[in-house]
């Protein structure tokens, strides 16, 4: 999963000698918060935050903020003023665990995602990671999502994916998380089905044990206190 | 004592599903039996099905997507548009007959020959899109039933209470922009039921918004769960929109004994939503009420469940 397929391609940018009112209304008009700022070549000088441009507008509950005698001086103010100079960038063969890991880390919203002349090829914000996640779920499509508590031994995930395989169930995702019980994990088949009775009871004959979902989040949320 | 109609056909059992399905004829023949045994059906007025007229499929449906329902039932196909759609050669003439027959009710109720009605019909609807066919559904018999309301008998605002356990994702995508017909589901909660939709957020769009409600419900929670749910959203909005007609998507999934969810709504629990609409029914829509079977797979309580559900109608 590289950031190439899930970045925004088309990417609106803006000029450095751009005054910051026409890059409050971009980002208005486009429902987006950052703007890459770019020179020649498409090659990316900075990035804009709508945080910048707040910071750099007089507060808004002022009279006359933006109009008259404040506006004039304001358009004196051109984006190379507010700026993020030398943002962070990722390259095209950057992953989606990378973009997620860094966000984590450095706390910025969007990456520009450029190529190795420093060129901006597109742009990956909190946004973008949010329609992939989604997209891991598999939650777009209709289904049934399981919990099935495992020995924490080798081939468990096995038997169960051959289990709703044989009942010729597709799935829409798998995951395995960490159970309270000590060797033991937590398995969530998601399932593109609404059929999933007699599935149960198969796995329930196998010997494994079903849990209610909820009983899952309310310990994990217990165990958070 | 009201007139209640009671739809049921013996040709809604030849939709046959194949093997390990949970939306089996012998559902219909459990509710039927119930309703027998409790000597309803000499009370009530029995309704036989007939084929619904295509122009009343297509207020709702794509034309192209009836074609290809029809032409996989001809080409003998053993499933349709979803793993969960299995189906046999008889299932499009099937569905038309559903619809048919619940239309033949509206009529009835329209024309203040029944007040309300339970039509035990197969295959439910619910789940049908547009163009898609989903979990057990292939024409969203409600759907069409509100566009033959609006239609034929000019009714303005038709108000839908479906209490099926899974969220009727068909039905609110149809009228998520119609501001005249009303919406509203409550549900297993969608991160742990299918079909995935119904969160509390979708509320409708465009014109349509505020006019879909949605209340979902943790896996466990029974009785006093749905009913402050129902008293709090469904209530509060039926007064402020006052449907002139009452569809009901009935599904009896919900049960604690039924295994196609985690819900734990009891057999009383039943009672008191279906008193509640038909009361809801009395105040603002003359008592029309056409309920319309959905879900409901645990053999075992559909019979009393049914009985019940026809024993509110007439009595309340």
Not at chain 1, 67 to 79: A, D, M, N, V
Not at chain 2, 183 to 190: D, E, V
């Amino acid at each position: 999963m590289f950031v190439s397929q899930s970045m925004t391609r088309e990417v609106i940018t803006i000029n450095k000698d751009a005054d910051i009112f026409e890059a409050k209304d971009k980002m208005t008009k486009q429902r987006i918060r950052h703007l890459p700022v770019v020179g020649k070549d498409n090659r990316i000088i900075g990035i804009v935050s709508d945080r910048d441009i707040r910071s750099a507008l007089p507060c808004s509950l002022l009279k006359d903020y933006d109009t008259g005698k404040t506006r004039e001086k304001l358009l004196e103010f051109k984006i190379k003023d507010i700026m993020i100079i030398d943002p962070f960038t990722i390259s095209l063969s950057y992953t989606i665990q990378d973009a997620l890991m860094l966000m984590q880390k450095t706390r910025v919203g969007a990456f520009p995602v450029v190529d190795k002349q420093g060129r901006i090829k597109g742009i990956i914000s909190t946004r973008d990671l949010l329609r992939a996640f989604i997209n891991v779920l598999g939650i777009e499509e209709s289904g049934t999502l399981l919990c099935i508590i495992v020995e924490e031994k080798i081939g468990q995930l096995k038997k169960i994916v051959d289990a709703i395989t044989e009942e010729n169930i597709s799935f829409g995702s798998v995951l395995v998380a960490r159970y309270w019980d000590e060797g033991k994990k937590a398995v969530f088949p998601y399932l593109l089905t609404k059929k999933v009775s007699h599935v149960k009871t198969k796995l329930k004959k196998m010997g494994y044990t079903l849990l209610d979902p909820t009983e899952w989040y309310i310990d994990q949320t217990s165990q958070d206190k | 004592m009201n007139k209640t109609g009671f739809l049921y056909d013996e040709r809604y059992l030849l939709h046959d599903t194949g093997p390990y399905h949970p939306e089996v004829p012998a559902r219909l023949k459990a509710i039927y039996s119930g309703i027998k045994d409790a000597n309803l059906l000499s009370i009530l007025t029995l309704i036989k099905a007939s084929s619904a007229d295509l122009k009343w499929i297509e207020t709702v449906h794509e034309r192209d997507y009836i074609n290809r329902f029809k032409e996989a039932c001809l080409a003998g196909k053993k499933i349709f548009d979803s793993p969960d759609n299995q189906m046999c050669p008889e299932t499009y003439d099937t569905a038309l007959l559903a619809v048919g027959g619940i239309l033949d009710t509206i009529d009835l109720v329209m024309k203040n020959k029944i007040d309300n009605a339970f039509c035990a019909v197969r295959p439910p609807g619910h789940h049908a899109e547009i163009n898609k066919a989903m979990g057990f559904c292939y024409f969203n018999n409600v759907a069409i039933a509100a566009r033959y309301l609006q239609k034929e008998w000019d009714i303005k605002k038709v108000g839908i209470v479906d209490f099926d356990v899974h969220h009727g994702n068909g039905t609110q995508h149809i009228f998520e922009e119609d501001p005249s017909v009303f919406y509203y589901s409550i549900h297993q909660h969608p991160s742990f039921g299918y079909p995935g939709t119904g969160r509390e957020f979708e509320k409708g769009s465009g014109p349509g918004y505020g006019f879909t409600l949605n209340s979902p419900v943790l896996p466990v929670q029974g009785d006093s769960e749905y009913k402050k749910f129902f008293e709090n959203d469904l209530f509060a909005a039926f007064e402020t929109f006052k449907p002139e007609v009452i569809i009901v998507s009935a599904g009896f999934d919900a049960h604690i004994d039924d295994d196609m969810s985690d819900i734990s709504l009891s057999t009383e629990g039943f009672s008191w939503i279906m008193e509640k609409i038909v009361k809801m029914a009395g105040i603002y829509s003359n008592g029309r009420l056409i309920s319309v079977l959905e879900g409901g797979y645990s053999l075992k309580r559909l019979p009393e469940l049914a009985k019940n559900h026809v024993e509110i109608l007439l009595n309340s």
